[in-house]
Structure formats: C-alpha cells, structure tokens
C-alpha cells in the first residue's frame, strides 16, 4: 500500500514535482497563443505557420496521451514521468532557438510527445504514492496549484513577450526540468500496474482491481499493457495530421495534394478504427461507447471545446492586431476564466451532483456562445472594462457552469473500472477538437494567409469566427439537453474538483472509488 503522508517532507517533495512537471505542460498551452503575432513577425511567417505552431503541439498530444499512461503503467510511471519532463524541456529548448518557423513547428511537435508522458504522469504519480487518508487532500492540491500556474500563464507569456523576447515563453521550461528531474530521482517512489500480491491490504486489492491505466489506456484489468497498441496510435496521429494539413493548406496549396490528404486522412481514420477493433488490448476500446450517455457526452464535448480552442486561437491575436494591445495586455485580459474556474469549479460540481447534469450541460454552453457573441464588440480601440472584460466574464461563468459537469458526467457514464480510460478518451477529444477548429476556422472565414497583418482583413474574419464558434456551443447545448440524464448515484466521483485549464477537461487518474451520491 502507498503509505506516503502529505504532512511528511517526502509527500511535499512529491507533490512540488508533479506540480512542477504538470505546469511545464500547462504554462505552454496558454501562453503560446499570445506569443504569435510576435513569432509571426520575428520568423517570417505566414497563418498557415502560426496554425502550425499551435497545432503540432496539440496533434502529437492528442494522438499520444492515450498511450502515455499505459507506458508508465508498464515501464514505471516515475521512469516515464522523468523521460517526459526531459523530453519537454529539450523540445522547449528546440523551440527557444528555433531559426525559422519550421524548426519551431517540428519542435512543437516534440513538444508533444513529452506532454503526452508527462501530463499523466503527474496525478498518477500521487495517486500512486500517498496514503489513501491524504490521496484526496493531495489531488485537490496538486489540481489548485496546476489551476494557479494555468492562470499565470498568460500574464507571464505576455510579460515575456514583451520583454525578454517570446523565445523565452519555450526557455522559461528549461529551469523547471532542472528542479523537477532530480527531485522526483531523489523523492518520488517508483511504482507501476502490477497486479497486487496476495496478502496485501484490501483497499489496495480494490484499488488495483478497479484501475485503469493512469490516465487513458486500458480497460481497468488492473495489470499493465502486455501489448502496446503502437499501431493504433500512430494510426490515429497520421489521421488527425492529414486531416490538418488538408484544412490548413486548402486556402493556398495544390488541389490535387490538398485533397490527396484529406482521402488519406479519412482512409487513416477508417484503419485507427479497424485496428483497436481487432486489437487485444486496444488504445481507444470502442466498446466503452456502447454506452450512449458516454457517446453524447463526448459529442458535447467536441462541441464546446472546438469552440474554446478557436477563441483563444484568435482572441489573443485580434487584441494585438485589432484593438491594438501588448502582448501583456492581451494575456491579462482574458485571465478572468481561469480565474473564475480556479474560484468556482468545485462548486459547480457539488451544485451539478443536487440537480444533476443535464441544466449545468446546457447552459453552460449556450452562456459561453453569448460570450463569444459579446467578442464581437472587440475591435480597433476596444475598451477592456466595457467591450472585453463583460464577454470575457460571461464565457468564464459559462465554462464554470459545464466543465465539472462534464468530467463527472464521463465518469458517470461507464463502468467504474474504466474511469480511467473514459477521462483519457475525454481528455483527448478535447484536444482533437481544438486541433481540428485551429485549423478550420481560418478556412471557414476567409482568413489568407497573411491576415494577421492586417488589422482590417482580420477583424473581419474574427467576427464571423465568434459567430461560427457561437453556433457551435449552441449545438453543445442542443445535444446535451436532448442526450444528457442523471448518472446512478453508485457511480466514480471526479477526484479533481479545482480546475483552471481552459483548453481541456481534467485528466482523472486510476484510482476508482464507490461511493453514494
């Protein structure tokens, strides 16, 4: 049994270590998006290149998150965990001395992969290593202080930008590497999926026979993978890439290649399936979406955070290239949401477990669509206190409303020895979903490829962009209401109860627990 208490010195070490190696991934998904326009302008580069700078970084971690907890469940999740941080911090350096703007997307990518060890990683570590009396005081600390960095991220990408330069948005990671890695050597205890040995207390037997894999992988047998569905996942990745490429370059690149992409991505998408089909212990079990509310609730989710992800795509970019601020004043400004989601998500949970999840799912979503709607307010001279900060607050209660709904209710969804693989398969959703709206959404709104650099062409298709991500939420809304019902009440309970990630739902780890609503 892990018998680690949160009071002694080890607990602290180990929770300054996860804490860490979570806000390295954090601070990144933030901050990157104020940088742009600078990044445009010191690279040379064209839209199609800032897409990139986004969205190679989600792809490699969508595409491999669902395999990352599974490693550490098999090889040792300190052992993955360091490798991750590592990773993560030499990619970052790649990126703080990128010369031109295709090293930086490569290195994005790498970026990637590093997160997709890591972001697991970190809550399977504590929930790994403490004694079960403080595992939930441990977890609630270590998602309010991941909550907190979230919420510095932007000021300090800003901050940054504008002083020492955006390289340093990638460089500022190196030091957290220095400090996590020897620190989780020294402090943190290795442990894996094993199965439990006889003998052993009965609340670890119950912990093992109802884990998942970390977070995302497995069907909650309890033991690690034998096979690794590597197939599956690059299968996946290759899928989600072509169909990138193909939205990406539609607006400038050759038709025949364009469209060749696109044909191969869905020719990718229909292998991934055909793969964890006949898979023995698959990445992605696509019986988990037998369950309907499970299927409805992930629709929803692709919903609202395609959403997301479009709006802090481009409204960072249009408070620059539009209304005119710093890069410190665009990352200031839309620090309310986190802030709001770090005051209040707790209770939005407890308020969505009395009268179920089903209003929280739809107005919530339909508040962030009015939200968006108000953005269009935002335009050359924008004034924070009355264009910016009333749409920015309405869309921060509005993913108040539906964030710990929408993780709990995924819990609720399935069996609770696959918790663990539901919220990695959520997880993931969501950030395939903001991939895909990073890059439709130029697309969609006639956005050329240089754009950014006018303030005119881009307020332009900046308003029609809040209107389309506007009509998107609502469909959120719609199918939530129509799909969504009160879950049993012997169901999984999120562990995470402070969240302040605004691009995606809370990973949850393999610790599973029965308890009475």
């Known amino acids: 049994m892990p018998d680690v208490r949160l009071a002694s010195p080890q607990g602290k070490w180990i929770l300054l270590t996860t804490v860490l190696g979570s806000s390295m991934a954090l601070l990144d998904s933030t901050v990157v998006n104020v940088a742009l326009p600078r990044i445009g302008r010191d690279l040379d580069a064209d839209l199609a290149a800032l897409q990139w700078t986004v969205n190679a970084y989600l792809l490699t971690l969508a595409g491999l998150i669902l395999l990352g907890g ?44 590093g997160g997709a060890l890591l972001t697991p990683g970190s809550l399977a570590l504590i929930q790994a290593s403490f004694h ?8 609630g600390l270590w998602s309010g202080f991941g909550g907190m960095g979230a919420a510095v991220g932007p000021f300090l990408g800003g901050w940054l930008v504008d002083g020492p330069g955006w390289r340093w948005v990638f460089l500022l990671n ?6 996590c890695v020897p620190v989780a050597l020294r402090h ?78 869905l020719v990718a998408g229909v292998a991934f399936v055909a793969v964890e ?10 019986d988990i979406f037998a369950s309907r509310q499970f299927t ?7 919903c609202v955070y395609a959403a997301f992800g479009g709006f802090f795509f481009l409204s960072a970019v249009q408070l620059q290239v539009v209304a005119g601020w710093s890069a410190l004043g665009a990352g200031t400004a839309l620090l309310p949401t986190t802030v709001l989601m770090l005051l209040l998500s707790a209770r939005s949970g407890e308020l969505a477990e009395h009268i179920g999840p089903r209003i929280p799912l739809t107005v919530g979503p339909l508040l962030c669509a009015a939200g968006m709607l108000l953005m269009l307010r935002v335009g050359p001279g924008a004034s924070y206190a009355t264009d910016v900060l009333p749409a920015v607050l309405v869309l921060g209660f509005g993913m108040v409303a539906l964030v710990a709904p929408l993780t709990a209710t ?37 956005m050329s490829s240089e754009a950014y650099r006018s303030a005119t062409a881009f307020d332009e298709a900046f308003q029609r962009a809040m209107v ?31 969240h302040g990630s605004v691009l995606a739902p809370p990973l949850e780890g393999e610790r599973t627990k029965r308890r009475l609503a």
């Not at 079960?132 to 977890?139: H, K, L, N, Q």
């Not at 089909?277 to 696509?286: I, K, V």
């Not at 997880?427 to 395939?432: C, F, G, K, P, S």
């Open 296 to 302: 409805a609730v992930n629709l929803v989710t692709l």
């Open 277 to 286: 089909r006949r898979h023995p212990d698959p990445m992605l079990p696509l």
């Open 188 to 265: 943190v205890p290795e442990s894996d999926g094993r199965p439990v040995r006889s003998g052993a207390s009965a609340s670890t037997a119950e912990s093992a026979a109802e884990s998942g894999t970390g977070s995302g992988g497995g069907r909650g047998t309890g033991r690690p993978h034998e096979r690794f569905d590597v197939l599956g996942a690059f299968l996946g990745a290759l899928a989600l890439a072509l169909v990138t490429y193909a939205l990406i370059e539609a607006r400038s690149g050759p038709v025949g290649v364009v469209t060749g992409a696109a044909v191969a991505g």
């Open 132 to 139: 079960p009396e403080d595992r939930g005081r441990a977890v």
């Open 70 to 113: 599974s490693l550490g469940d098999h090889y040792g999740r300190r052992k993955v965990f360091v490798v991750g941080v590592v990773w993560f911090a030499a990619a970052s350096l790649l990126c703080g001395i990128a010369p031109n703007a295709g090293v930086l997307v490569a290195a994005r990518a790498l970026q990637g992969v």
């Open 410 to 446: 995924v819990l609720a969804s399935v069996d609770v020895t696959r918790a663990g693989v539901a919220s990695g398969v959520n997880n993931a959703a969501a950030r395939a979903a903001g991939l895909v709206a990073v890059a439709a959404l130029p697309l969609l709104t006639g």
């Open 468 to 498: 389309l991500c506007a009509g998107v939420l609502v469909v959120g809304a719609v199918v939530a209401f129509a799909t969504v019902r009160r879950p049993a009440p012997d169901c999984r309970r999120p562990e995470c109860r402070t």
């Open 174 to 179: 190196v030091p957290l590497a220095v400090v």
